[in-house]
T-cell receptor, first 115, second 117 residues
Framework: AQKITQTQPGMFVQEKEAVTLDCTYD???????LFWYKQPSSGEMIFLIY??????QNATEGRYSLNFQKARKSANLVISASQLGDSAMYFC????????????FGAGTRLFVKA | GAVVSQHPSRVICKSGTSVKIECRSL??????MFWYRQFPKQSLMLMAT?????????EQGVEKDKFLINHASLTLSTLTVTSAHPEDSSFYIC?????????????FGPGTRLTVL
């Protein structure tokens, strides 16, 4: 069964500094995708970045990068140059590519950016 | 990205009544839609997966008779919470799936906050 673990319930970062949000996963499916979403207080889920299990390079999207270590089954999100607007809940998610594309989510990490 | 809407965005109802939540994909056809529930300060929990024209697949522990899902068209899925009780109060989020290389993309609606009095 697939499983996603986020061990940091809350994180603080100083504005303009970088921060890493941890995520580990477990799956027996060789083909899967890893996602990070941001959920501000409004509740909407905002897609940030995607990493496929067969991708050789780490994904990057602007200030977001995904540190993908397949052997360790980790997919940490790195946010560079944090901004006050980055304060939100962040969820790591995984989708196995066989048997439909059901996505499961980790418990989430609340990020607080300090001025 | 594609747009998914939900209606209503917020609903308050009395205990024992039924509430219907609509999820629409506005600019694409979604072969699969997902329904999630999120309690305060918790993660999204998948309730069910619905495919157009067929019965929904419910996750373990989710009562199919209480949470009725209908996916009658490629752009609309509905979730009906029957005989709602205060413990059903939650944030319900739908997502719609679209096959798109290189990955099956999933777009989320803005959510519906249900409060049962």
């Amino acid at each position: 069964a697939q499983k996603i673990t986020q061990t940091q319930p809350g994180m603080f970062v100083q504005e303009k500094e970088a921060v890493t949000l941890d995520c580990t996963y477990d799956t027996s499916d060789p083909s899967y995708g890893l996602f990070w979403y941001k959920q501000p207080s409004s509740g909407e889920m905002i897609f940030l970045i995607y990493q496929g299990s067969y991708d050789q390079q780490n994904a990057t999207e602007g200030r977001y990068s995904l540190n993908f270590q397949k052997a360790r089954k980790s997919a940490n999100l790195v946010i560079s140059a944090s901004q006050l607007g980055d304060s939100a809940m962040y969820f790591c998610a995984m989708r196995e590519n066989t048997g439909g594309f059901k996505t499961i989510f980790g418990a989430g990490t609340r990020l607080f950016v300090k001025a | 990205g594609a747009v998914v809407s939900q209606h209503p965005s917020r609903v308050i109802c009395k205990s024992g009544t039924s509430v219907k939540i609509e999820c629409r994909s506005l600019d694409f056809q979604a072969t699969t839609m997902f329904w999630y529930r999120q309690f305060p300060k918790q993660s999204l929990m998948l309730m069910a997966t619905s495919n157009e024209g067929s019965k929904a697949t419910y996750e373990q522990g989710v009562e199919k008779d209480k949470f009725l899902i209908n996916h009658a068209s490629l752009t609309l899925s509905t979730l009906t919470v029957t005989s709602a009780h205060p413990e059903d109060s939650s944030f319900y989020i739908c997502s719609a799936g679209q096959l798109h290389y290189p990955y099956n993309e999933q777009f989320f609606g803005p959510g519906t906050r249900l409060t049962v009095l």
